[in-house]
């Protein structure tokens, strides 16, 4: 990660292409790539949460996934170069926990220099986690009410 090109000094991967790599490592359970992606100094935002500060403190929270029963999964749908220094995604996320499976649409955005993560802002519907919460609950009770994660469009 962060290789440089000697001939024009610019990264070889895009922040689109690091914004990809981040949500499937994310998305595999691969925390030490995610990690390696990530900026020392990176600001990580999220919706109904407090922000994250520094690669340690989210790394910490990967870690929580890996040590818990709750397991973390996504597919990307979508990416996008938004700007020089940015990309958009859109993914599924999928929180699970023995039979009940937290599942919902977030979009994600990553600013990235010099070919690392500086901030990522996450951002999910309330009311769709809502329900999500809901159809998990149901799930838990009735296997064929259980989402299941859709194929990976990218």
């Known amino acids: 990660m962060g290789t440089i090109d000697h001939v024009n000094n610019a990264p070889l991967w895009s922040p689109q292409d690091v914004a990809e790599r981040f949500v499937d ?7 030490d790539i995610a990690e390696r992606l990530l900026a020392k100094n990176v ?4 919706t109904g949460g407090r922000p994250l500060r520094g690669r340690a403190a989210i790394a910490r929270h990967f870690r929580w ?25 859109e993914r599924v996320t999928a929180l699970v926990c023995g039979p009940l499976r937290l599942q919902f649409q977030v979009r994600g955005t990553f600013e990235v220099a010099g070919g690392r993560i500086v901030a990522w802002r996450d951002e999910a519907d309330v009311r769709a986690v809502v329900r999500a919460a809901a159809r998990a609950i149901a799930g838990a009770v009735y ?10 469009v990218i």
């Open 65 to 89: 996934h890996a040590r818990t029963r709750v397991a973390m999964q996504a597919v990307l749908l979508t990416s996008e170069q938004s700007g020089c220094a940015a990309a958009v995604t």
């Open 25 to 31: 490592a994310l998305g595999s359970g691969d925390y």
């Open 43 to 46: 600001v990580y935002r999220r």
């Open 143 to 152: 296997a064929p009410a259980r989402p299941t994660l859709p194929r990976a």
